[in-house]
């Protein structure tokens, strides 16, 4: 159309149709030879040249137009046809099925939750549990520590005491004491010596409690001597001779071992003894021989001054 436009200016072509060609058919001559150029043809020439390519161009767009409408009738088609053939039955279910593993999903995240929050609570619980343990552990460690260090403690002082013990029944019976100062005591036999040591073994348990005179009178009165009287009365005991030696462990001698006057003699050896002549002729003589032995060597029992102290009730 711009063409048309273009050369409409033209006196002898405006007003006129030209996309027929009817009316340039008989305006048109035929071509001349150049011998009978003339300007006036060449336009002509021109102008039907622009009319055959506008001619061109229109039926390709006539052409492409065709083509989407046909394209857009088919889409119309295809798009009316669409909802019927869509499955919405299906998505529904894929949808519900989706929202019922959320909500399994959720209601596992949930109870993982409360597991977590139980399992710590349990662990904090666990965790207060070692911590007391420990410090029971380390208490009794401590306690058991200290009990050691009492027992050692405990057993040296048994031990200088039963050696400041058989110091004295040494320096005892070495030493001649007056028969009118003290009585004779019977001399202690090996089950007696075992009470005694028993008893000096369990004497270290009162040594710093407020029993300890208590339980040193009763090893005085199971000794026989003068202490208990002369503590009893309040006199003071007599002196220690300078021949007796204290263990390293003992400053002083304990109030609870009786002075060197009051032990009893040393037991006579079996040396020392003088058997009367023994029968052999008559029956048993093995045995009455053992009697005669046991019956010489023990001494004479000397006369008895003051009564046995008893044990007082504690």
Request: hydrophobic residues 35%; charged residues 25%.
């Amino acid at each position: 159309m711009a063409c048309g436009s273009v050369f409409a200016s033209e006196p002898g072509i405006a007003g006129r149709d030209l996309t027929s060609g009817a009316d340039l058919v008989p305006d048109l001559t035929p071509p001349l030879s150049r011998s009978s150029y003339r300007p006036g043809g060449e336009v002509h020439e021109a102008v039907r040249f622009l009319q055959a390519e506008h001619e061109a161009v229109l039926r390709g767009v006539h052409t492409q137009m065709a083509l989407l409408q046909q394209r857009c009738e088919d889409l119309e088609f295809e798009l009316h046809l669409r909802p019927l053939t869509v499955d919405e039955s299906a998505w529904r279910r894929r949808v519900a099925e989706a929202t019922r593993r959320a909500e399994e999903g959720a209601a596992r995240v949930a109870k993982l939750e409360v597991q977590v929050a139980a399992a710590e609570e349990q662990l904090e619980q666990h965790r207060w549990q070692e911590a007391t343990l420990r410090q029971q552990v380390e208490a009794g460690e401590q306690r058991a520590a200290d009990l050691r260090t009492e027992v050692t403690k405990l057993r040296a002082q048994v031990r200088d005491l039963r050696v400041y013990s058989s110091a004295l029944r040494t320096v005892g019976g070495r030493t001649p004491t007056p028969r009118s100062a003290t009585r004779t005591l019977r001399p202690t036999s090996r089950t007696s010596l075992g009470s005694q040591e028993s008893l000096e073994g369990g004497a270290p348990r009162s040594l710093g409690s407020e029993d300890g005179e208590a339980g040193g009178w009763w090893r005085e009165a199971r000794l026989g001597g003068s202490g208990t009287r002369s503590s009893r009365s309040g006199a003071a005991p007599p002196p220690r001779p300078a021949a007796t030696s204290l263990p390293p462990s003992l400053h002083s001698p304990p109030p609870s071992l009786p002075p060197l006057a009051s032990l009893p003699p040393a037991r006579p050896s079996s040396g020392a003894v003088v058997l009367p002549p023994i029968e052999a002729g008559r029956g048993g003589t093995a045995r009455h021989v053992r009697r005669q032995i046991r019956l010489a060597s023990a001494p004479a029992p000397g006369p008895r001054l003051a009564p046995v102290p008893q044990r007082e009730p504690t």
